[in-house]
């Protein structure tokens, strides 16, 4: 019956056969009468299509109700839970000598390589608008793990000794470990899934040097990859405590690009090149406070 979803089609034959009225019923029919019929039966069998449609109509109300409600919560979660999450890697990086806005611009950083590598056609089953938002809210928890790591160390001005920077280097599990454990607490899959892959492995190298577990290539995940890549150019383009100037753009793109292949993807070098009035704007904007 070729009729909206929202018709209520009453049939009238002259046939009294059960089989053309069960027809009807299971193509849709809401009722199905006899010839001769009186005008009673006709308006009761109306009223009660009627009647029908008032409590659907109220019922697909309520439904949306609270659908609406469940979405508004649900956002308003997202919201809190994001928000705990920045706070925790903030209160990471407040024991190193990084800043908020470190994470901030770091955030932008990662954002815009993704979308310069999206535009680019690169991993369209991976880079969805989905996975960006969530990279977003991952990648200020890449150094969350610093949390395990000792003062002494962390701060330290010099050089690490190759016993400290082993202890350093944990703060890749630390921080792994730590998310996987949340994760299982909270179920939340996807978004944390990023965020393990990116405290985890945005240290490893593309020519399998890297730590902690010495991944090559495309074993590490995109995630890492492309945080790797904003992280470094913000640590080179910024004033670090064991090196007071920071580089120009210039030769941090260079640092960047010299390393393209052996330490960085090349694919996000090259977004990342596609981008550069963005990142200036965005380093400009978000200058760390004295």
Do not use: C
């Not at 299971?26 to 009647?51: C, S």
């Not at 956002?75 to 190193?96: C, H, K, M, V």
């Not at 770091?106 to 979308?115: D, G, P």
């Amino acid at each position: 019956l070729k009729y909206g979803n929202h018709t209520a089609v009453i049939m009238m034959t002259g046939f009294s056969d059960v089989q053309s009225a069960v027809k009807a019923l299971h193509q849709g029919a809401f009722d199905y009468l006899e010839k001769p019929l009186t005008t009673d039966l006709l308006r009761f069998r109306i009223n009660q299509a009627l009647e029908r449609r008032r409590l659907q109509k109220r019922q697909h109300q309520y439904v949306a109700s609270i659908e609406k409600a469940v979405r508004e919560r649900t956002n308003e979660l997202q919201r809190a839970w994001r928000g705990t999450i920045f706070a925790l890697a903030r209160l990471a990086e407040s024991r190193d000598d990084e800043t908020g806005t470190h994470l901030i611009r770091l955030r932008n950083y990662t954002v815009a390589i993704a979308q310069s590598m999206r535009q680019m056609g690169l991993y369209p089953g991976i880079l969805t608008p989905t996975f960006i938002d969530w990279l977003k809210d991952t990648a200020p928890l890449h150094d969350i793990g610093k949390v395990g790591i000792p003062d002494s160390i962390l701060l330290k001005r010099g050089t690490l000794t190759p016993e400290e920077f082993d202890q350093m280097k944990a703060h890749t599990i630390i921080g792994a470990r730590a998310l996987e454990d949340v994760q299982r607490r909270v179920g939340e899959k996807m978004f944390l899934d990023i965020g393990i892959q990116v405290a985890r492995s945005h240290h490893e190298r593309m020519d399998g040097n890297g730590y902690p577990d010495a991944l090559r290539g495309e074993e590490i995940p995109l995630a890492a990859r492309i945080v790797s890549v904003a992280d470094a150019y913000d640590a080179l383009s910024q004033s670090r405590v064991y090196r007071p100037k920071a580089f120009s753009h210039e030769k941090a793109m260079k640092m960047i690009r010299d390393e393209a292949g052996d330490k960085f993807d090349p694919d996000v070098v090259t977004a990342l090149e596609r981008i550069q009035d963005e990142v200036r704007e965005i380093a400009a904007r978000l200058v760390d406070e004295p």
